[in-house]
């Protein structure tokens, strides 16, 4: 109390600078801006709605300076006798001369931030880096920086520190994304156009986050641009994209509309027609994608803004099969739809809010029909199977920025969310049932909610912390779960651009994603806590390093870390959630498939990275160990989860080469996945065994004929090959009378590596009675050349 008495008093002896910083021209408001008094440990960093506040004596004139990386700095000389609101408007970089772009200011330094185990790209750079067939992925991005596992080859799944892909909260305009994956896994639905920027923070969570184990990633769309019409997009080899922004009501209310769609259906549908004809095929393939990006703002007043956004995409694949007497249709589609409404409102110079109305929804459906027609009569039988399951979120939350005082950030806020999940509905009828099974839905409905307080403290000039708690909530079937998580971080600073940092966090997880691939795909199951699962949870303490250097202008992160996890989900030996045979296939209940264990993880990150100037890029290395102890997996034996790493390397560059050619290179390396693999097989009639083998050994086999039987020792004892892979890419600029135009050639796996997909075992019999059996490799993808068009108004 006395402390709260102490700031009281010294407000009535200072004044309050307010206002919001945005960029010159499209007024796009700038999020991490650091305003500061130069010489002085007065300083503050806009928050997401580029609004800032400083609280200082009062004095005839002071300089306040305004810096952004990749914006030109900006100093204010104002007087400094009243409460007064500055609105000031950074230039972007990209029309700076060089000398600029590369300059660094102290107060951008990591090293000064008490956060640690954060990372961002600024979305320039991902727009310049190779990607397959040309699709800049932010995700993909977010991929290549230490503690960030990438599971499988071309998935877009983030494993981070030892988490599962369902432990990382992924945010959208203050909206949950379930499934963050087109084809398969194999591209991200955010399409890096409509992206304004992303942040991933890996440990030391400030308590204004929760609901997940791993990893936050934060992205916020643009707002567009108030001052007049701009577009841009491109074509490529698999999909083409469009954004356009524009003022409403000049210089009050913008817009921004992004879409995207590949055209895989329109283009593989002539060559599947062709080659259907030569080998008398009748199957019909088809997929595509889409998603749409959509946002409007106004300014009710100096005070109010209103924002209104959503997103809404959808993958569909389908197989078709039309002969004289029989037919066939199956596919899969799955999608996510998200709407957010926001009220920005400034209560009065030190205290801003906003408060958030929410929706999310996700979805999965697969399903198969079958006609058939017999006899002379052609008699009709029909026959299908029809899975979905289904997520959606209705949820509520308001935040508040709260500066007393210039060494002090106060956040606090509360939120809710009403969960409505669908874990599992089953169709079964005809053939697969003597009486159709009618659609049989368990609906799970669900409340989480969470209260927090968090207090940025400048202690003295070398130490930096950020302390908060939350309290977090859940109830489902009338049991409820409250769960205390206490959070800290702090840097002590060393040397003006060197500090060691600290940090701890605890988190709680009340959704759960349940697979049995290990890819991420669509079919995977979302479900919440019940009364009988319990709610994972996490405890991260990390240490490290943290050295910035002005010239060149490079950031150095060294951290060590701890993560120990409780309660993970995982499915049983041989379970699956969907069975599609059998007259109860509607009665199967995903919790009797599931079992819960233990996991912790450890290891260090380093992190040499350079976000601006004519040569960027970023290396980023990880050495980590991860372990899993399940009672009912394994044998009670503690096992590798398969995207245990032990070594992970990423190495990228971005060079301007003239104003108008720009290189960019990315390369690889990872050891291999931990994969289960069996150590002897035997005939259900002979068991004869073969000892085991190594991946290149083969070993002989007698086999007289029945059924061929695999045994496995321990999960995931086996190491694949190791990962390793080079893309590069040219980009060709010229800037025409009215657009700029864009022409990229890149090359995905350069050098032709044939990296594990997966592994099987493969039998060639060598002479009567004997057969050779060897593991084999299988890979995905190999050089893949690929050209875009991009341009930009």
């Known amino acids: 109390m006395p402390a709260f008495i102490f700031h009281f008093a010294l407000a009535q002896e200072r004044i309050t600078i307010s206002g919001f910083?945005?960029?010159?021209?499209?007024?796009?408001?700038?999020?991490?801006?650091?305003?500061?008094?130069?010489?002085?440990?007065?300083?503050?960093?806009?928050?997401?709605?580029?609004?800032?506040?400083?609280?200082?004596?009062?004095?005839?004139?002071?300089?306040?300076?305004?810096?952004?990386?990749?914006?030109?700095?900006?100093?204010?000389?104002?007087?400094?006798?009243?409460?007064?609101?500055?609105?000031?408007?950074?230039?972007?970089?990209?029309?700076?001369?060089?000398?600029?772009?590369?300059?660094?200011?102290?107060?951008?330094?990591?090293?000064?931030?008490?956060?640690?185990?954060?990372?961002?790209?600024?979305?320039?750079?991902?727009?310049?880096?190779?990607?397959l067939f040309g699709e800049k992925d932010v995700l993909k991005g977010l991929q290549l920086m230490p503690g960030v596992q990438k599971g499988t080859e071309g998935q877009t799944g983030l494993y981070v520190r030892g988490g599962g892909p369902d432990q990382n909260l992924i945010i959208l305009d203050d909206a949950v994304v379930y499934n963050a994956s087109h084809l398969f896994g194999f591209f991200s639905v955010f399409n890096s156009d409509a992206i304004k920027n992303v942040e991933m923070t890996k440990g030391g969570f400030p308590a204004r986050y929760g609901g997940r184990l791993s990893s936050v990633v934060e992205m916020n769309m643009k707002e567009g641009s108030k001052?007049?019409?701009?577009?841009?997009?491109?074509?490529?080899?698999?999909?083409?994209?469009?954004?356009?922004?524009?003022?409403?009501?000049?210089?009050?209310?913008?817009?921004?509309?992004?879409?995207?769609?590949?055209?895989?259906?329109?283009?593989?549908?002539?060559?599947?027609?062709?080659?259907?004809?030569?080998?008398?095929?009748?199957f019909q393939p088809g997929y595509y994608f889409y998603d749409l990006n959509a946002k409007i703002n106004y300014d009710l007043g100096p005070k109010d803004k209103v924002y209104l956004s959503g997103y809404l995409g959808r993958d569909n694949f389908i197989v078709k099969e039309?002969?004289?007497?029989?037919?066939?249709?199956?596919?899969?589609?799955?999608?996510?739809?998200?709407?957010?409404?926001?009220?920005?409102?400034?209560?009065?110079?030190?205290?801003?809010?906003?408060?958030?109305?929410?929706?999310?929804?996700?979805?999965?459906?697969?399903?198969?029909?079958?006609?058939?027609?017999?006899?002379?009569?052609?008699?009709?039988?029909?026959?299908?199977?029809?899975?979905?399951?289904?997520?959606?979120?209705?949820?509520?939350?308001?935040?508040?920025?709260?500066?007393?005082?210039?060494?002090?950030?106060?956040?606090?806020?509360?939120q809710g969310t009403f969960h409505k999940s669908i874990p599992s509905a089953m169709n079964v009828q005809g053939a697969y049932s003597e009486e159709a099974i009618a659609p049989k839905k368990e609906q799970v409905h669900s409340l989480e909610g969470g209260a927090y307080i968090e207090d940025t403290w400048q202690v003295i000039d070398a130490l930096k912390?950020?302390?908060?708690?939350?309290?977090?909530?859940?109830?489902?079937?009338?049991?409820?779960?409250?769960?205390?998580?206490?959070?800290?971080?702090?840097?002590?600073?060393?040397?003006?651009?060197?500090?060691?940092?600290?940090?701890?966090?605890?988190?709680?997880?009340?959704?759960?994603?349940?697979?049995?691939?290990?890819?991420?795909?669509?079919t995977d199951l979302w479900v919440t806590s019940t009364d009988r699962i319990k709610p994972q949870q996490s405890s991260q303490f990390a240490f490290g390093f943290a050295k910035d250097l002005e010239k060149p202008a490079l950031t150095f992160t060294l951290e060590g870390f701890y993560k120990n996890m409780n309660d993970i989900l995982g499915y049983k030996e041989g379970a699956t959630f969907i069975g599609i045979t059998g007259e109860n296939?509607?009665?199967?209940?995903?919790?009797?498939?599931?079992?819960?264990?233990?996991?912790?993880?450890?290891?260090?990150?380093?992190?040499?990275?350079?976000?601006?100037?004519?040569?960027?890029?970023?290396?980023?290395?990880?050495?980590?160990?991860?372990?899993?102890?399940?009672?009912?997996?394994?044998?009670?034996?503690?096992?590798?989860?398969?995207?245990?790493?032990?070594?992970?390397?990423?190495?990228?560059?971005?060079?301007?080469?003239?104003?108008?050619?720009?290189?960019?290179?990315?390369?690889?390396?990872?050891?291999?996945?931990?994969?289960?693999?069996?150590?002897?097989?035997?005939?259900?009639?002979?068991?004869?065994?073969?000892?085991?083998?190594?991946?290149?050994?083969?070993?002989?086999?007698?086999?007289?004929?029945?059924?061929?039987?695999?045994?496995?020792?321990?999960?995931?004892?086996?190491?694949?090959?190791?990962?390793?892979?080079?893309?590069?890419?040219?980009?060709?600029?010229?800037?025409k009378k009215r657009y700029e135009r864009t022409w990229e050639v890149s090359v995905y796996n350069a050098y032709n590596r044939k990296n594990p997909f997966f592994y099987d075992l493969s039998q060639n019999v060598t002479s009567p009675g004997v057969t050779e059996r060897s593991l084999k490799k299988y890979s995905l993808f190999p050089v893949l050349p690929s050209v875009s068009y991009n341009f930009k108004f």
Request: aromatic fraction near 12%; avoid cysteine; proline fraction near 3%.
């Open 585 to 735: 296939a509607s009665d199967v209940k995903w919790e009797d498939n599931v079992t819960s264990g233990s996991g912790w993880s450890y290891g260090a990150e380093f992190l040499a990275q350079k976000k601006s100037g004519r040569f960027s890029g970023w290396v980023g290395y990880t050495l980590s160990w991860i372990y899993w102890k399940f009672p009912e997996l394994n044998n009670g034996r503690v096992f590798h989860p398969r995207y245990d790493r032990r070594h992970d390397l990423s190495v990228v560059g971005i060079y301007e080469l003239s104003k108008r050619v720009t290189l960019s290179a990315s390369w690889v390396y990872g050891t291999g996945n931990a994969l289960s693999v069996p150590t002897s097989t035997y005939n259900a009639m002979e068991m004869s065994f073969f000892s085991r083998y190594n991946p290149s050994e083969t070993v002989l086999n007698r086999n007289i004929g029945g059924m061929t039987i695999s045994q496995f020792d321990s999960k995931n004892d086996f190491r694949a090959e190791a990962f390793h892979r080079l893309d590069f890419s040219v980009q060709f600029h010229k800037k």
């Open 21 to 131: 910083v945005k960029e010159q021209g499209s007024e796009e408001l700038l999020t991490g801006v650091n305003v500061y008094i130069p010489g002085t440990s007065t300083n503050a960093v806009t928050n997401n709605y580029g609004f800032y506040s400083l609280t200082v004596p009062p004095t005839d004139s002071v300089t306040i300076s305004y810096s952004l990386v990749g914006y030109e700095k900006s100093d204010r000389r104002i007087q400094a006798n009243q409460n007064i609101e500055v609105n000031v408007f950074l230039s972007s970089a990209r029309q700076l001369e060089e000398v600029v772009i590369s300059a660094r200011r102290q107060e951008d330094y990591v090293s000064r931030s008490a956060q640690m185990s954060t990372v961002g790209i600024p979305i320039d750079q991902i727009k310049r880096m190779p990607a």
């Open 322 to 414: 039309k002969l004289t007497d029989f037919q066939m249709q199956a596919g899969m589609s799955w999608g996510n739809a998200t709407a957010t409404m926001r009220w920005n409102h400034i209560l009065n110079r030190k205290l801003f809010a906003n408060t958030s109305l929410i929706f999310t929804d996700f979805y999965f459906k697969t399903s198969s029909h079958f006609k058939e027609y017999t006899g002379q009569e052609r008699t009709l039988s029909e026959s299908g199977v029809a899975y979905s399951s289904r997520i959606r979120d209705f949820s509520f939350k308001t935040d508040f920025d709260y500066y007393p005082v210039a060494a002090h950030a106060i956040k606090f806020g509360l």
């Open 465 to 522: 912390m950020n302390a908060g708690f939350r309290l977090s909530y859940f109830r489902a079937r009338e049991k409820d779960y409250v769960r205390p998580e206490p959070r800290f971080s702090a840097a002590l600073r060393l040397a003006p651009d060197f500090s060691a940092k600290v940090s701890y966090a605890r988190m709680n997880q009340y959704v759960h994603l349940l697979s049995n691939t290990g890819l991420g795909l669509p």
């Open 227 to 282: 001052d007049k019409l701009h577009g841009e997009g491109g074509i490529g080899l698999i999909a083409s994209r469009v954004t356009l922004e524009g003022p409403l009501a000049k210089g009050k209310s913008s817009y921004i509309i992004s879409a995207r769609r590949t055209y895989i259906d329109i283009l593989s549908a002539p060559v599947i027609k062709h080659l259907n004809k030569k080998s008398e095929n009748t």
